[in-house]
């Protein structure tokens, strides 16, 4: 079951959010920065049909934002294994890359088609695994400016809502 909790932008940019883990509901140890979510215009996906040049492209227009952030608590659990998923993903950019230049060394070789055929699925599942997110925590925004923060703990959103009740409402700065 997902968990959800709305946000105006003044709640979590005068006053940090509470310290609990959003994830495992434990006491957090970090705040983790994520950005909102814009979703791209459908037809982005035609980029798909370019090839590795269009993957590229598709990556960059997939991961932007509008530059709207919430600090997120985590606890050191959750820290660690974003630490272990970058790590990984350090290693898939290197290999990414060496499978580049061994495509573009044995170019014009008669074992060219056949490494062919069997990088470039390698390659479009390494910018595949690089455009996916840490899922479990994802913000998107919506048309009235609210901030939506999905896939919680229930001990977080019980948090968020004391939180709410134990400070005066948010006031626009001049």
Known sequence: MEMTVRLHPLEFTQRHLPFVCALTGEPAAWYRRVHADRPPHPA?????????????ILLFAVTRSDGTAVEIPISQYVYDQIAERRRRFRWLTAAMIAEVVVLIAT???????????????????????GMVKDHRIRLTLDGVGLVTIHTFHPNFVAAIERWRQSAPAPTPRP
């Open 44 to 56: 982005v996906y035609l980029l798909l049909l370019l090839g590795p040049l269009g993957w590229l």
């Open 107 to 129: 170019a014009g070789s008669p074992l060219w088609p056949a490494l062919w055929i069997i990088f470039v699925p390698v390659i479009a599942m390494g910018f595949w695994v």
